[in-house]
């Protein structure tokens, strides 16, 4: 009766000791400064589908290759396989270990002894070998809880990988469109400077236009030829660029010759009291690299206090003659006690290591939260200053234009200078020229906010 008791109480003592897990329980943050950050990330629910409210066919057709295609994606899908690899890998180190052997020995002279000279001896094993580390001290649930936070951390930058790739695909796409838009433009420029020579040849021809003028105007068409091939460049590369995105070669494009920048039929509005932060991938991640490497205290503080490991064999031994039976069973139990008493310096030199690793881990995630903070209000106030600034710009272009007609007209009633219809010509290029950019630029500006709120922003 007293065995069976004993037994009992052994593994119960063995089962509180493992309940034990040393080094810091992590906690959430649920605040960095005066900043409430209690929120849990989740992923918004229009992430992947945001780029949708530009309606804009092409668009469509260009992110859902890249989310098919895009090899950074692949390799951040992997990295997540990976990491959960890992953890399972982690996770399973709370069983016990074993494995299936069989071995057969032969040797001549197994001793010095005169009697085995010429004597030959051979044996046969097979069994199964077990080993187990007992988690007295928590050093393997510490372990495991940092790969979890690993795991996941893997799983978030995965999913802000497809928001960043969705961004840069508008963003490019942005570009491609914006360059097209400058091309036409300056096209048009040119048709109407070849307009005005035309005028001051033909007054020149009539004795009523000087040299002087005809000069003036085709240096004017030589500095928009001059700016076209820069526009081209700039298509190029917007072009070489989403190739690149969308794993193919370049060239392959077909999006169109008709320049046209996606724009959307609402305005976009922050929901009063929403945590946005909570659709931040990069501050997620960050608070799942702050739980591993809190974790990793652990696992270094369970170096401190002994291991006991428990290692057994369970099979058959026989010699010559290989027969399986019960006077060939063999089983053995061989519990060892480790403990690094003589390098507690250097343990406790990893736990240094491991507490100013949690320390740089928790500095850098407050930082990422200042970080989305601003950057959030930044893209906020940037998007809505360059939509003044085009809603301007583009009025200043519908009074150019009315200018150079009125300019023109006179001129070609002889009541102008010419000087007056050259410069009206030039502001109108200008104007023109600045609308086409401020057009991308505020196309840009307002994929920055859907990539810095994570996709959470909505439409009114």
């Keep these: 009766m007293r065995k069976p008791m004993k037994i009992s109480a052994i593994a119960i003592l063995v089962a509180s000791l493992s309940a034990c897990a040393v ?120 372990a495991t809880e940092a790969a979890q936070a690993q795991a996941e951390q893997a799983d978030i930058l995965w999913h802000d990988a497809q928001v960043q790739l969705i961004s840069q695909v508008a963003t490019n796409y942005g570009e491609y469109r914006g360059a097209q838009l400058r091309l036409v433009v300056a096209e048009q420029n040119l048709q109407n400077l070849q307009q005005s020579r035309a005028i001051v040849l033909a007054r020149l021809e009539a004795g009523m236009a000087s040299e002087l003028e005809l000069a003036q105007i085709d240096a004017q068409l030589h500095q928009v030829h001059a700016a076209v091939p820069a526009y081209r460049v700039a298509l190029l590369t917007a072009d070489a660029t989403l190739s690149a995105l969308l794993a193919q070669k370049p060239g392959q494009l077909k999006l169109g010759a008709v320049p046209h920048l996606p724009e959307l039929k609402q305005p976009v509005a922050i929901a009063e009291g929403e945590n946005y932060l909570r659709y931040r991938a990069d501050v997620a991640a960050s608070e799942r690299q702050l739980a591993a490497r809190t974790a990793e205290i652990g696992v270094a503080t369970a170096d401190l206090y002994p291991n006991l490991s428990v290692r057994g064999f369970l099979g058959f031994m026989s010699g010559p003659g290989l027969t399986l039976g019960s006077d060939t069973q063999s089983w053995s139990v061989a519990p060892a006690l480790s403990w690094q008493a003589a390098d507690l310096g250097s343990v406790k030199a990893r736990i240094r290591q491991a507490e100013a690793s949690s320390q740089m881990a928790l500095a850098n995630f407050e930082q990422q939260v200042f970080n989305a903070l601003n950057e959030m209000q930044l893209s906020l106030s940037s998007y809505n200053l360059s939509r003044e600034q085009q809603l301007s710009t583009e009025l200043q272009w519908q009074a150019s234009n009315k200018a150079v007609q009125i300019a023109r007209e006179r001129y070609n009633a002889g009541s102008g200078e010419f000087l007056d219809l050259l410069d009206a010509e030039r502001e109108l290029l200008r104007a023109r020229d600045q609308l086409a950019q401020l057009q991308q630029q505020s196309f840009t500006r307002l994929v920055s906010i859907y990539r810095s709120f994570g996709g959470g922003i909505r439409l009114i």
Excluded at 41 to 62: G, I, P, R, T
Excluded at 73 to 96: E, K
């Design 23 to 142: 080094g810091p329980d992590y906690q959430t943050p649920v605040k960095v400064a005066d900043i409430n950050i209690e929120a849990p990330y989740q992923q918004a629910e229009l992430a992947q589908s945001w780029w949708q409210a530009f309606d804009d066919v092409a668009l469509n057709k260009l992110i859902e290759r890249a989310l098919q295609e895009n090899r950074t994606l692949a390799q951040a899908r992997a990295n997540v396989d990976r990491a959960y690899a890992v953890f399972r890998d982690a996770n399973n180190d709370f069983l016990p270990k074993g494995t299936l052997d069989a071995g057969y020995q032969a040797s001549e002279n197994g001793t010095v002894s005169p009697a085995d000279d010429g004597v030959i001896t051979r044996g046969y094993s097979t069994g199964a070998t077990l080993s187990w580390d007992l988690d007295l001290f928590g050093k393997i649930r510490r």
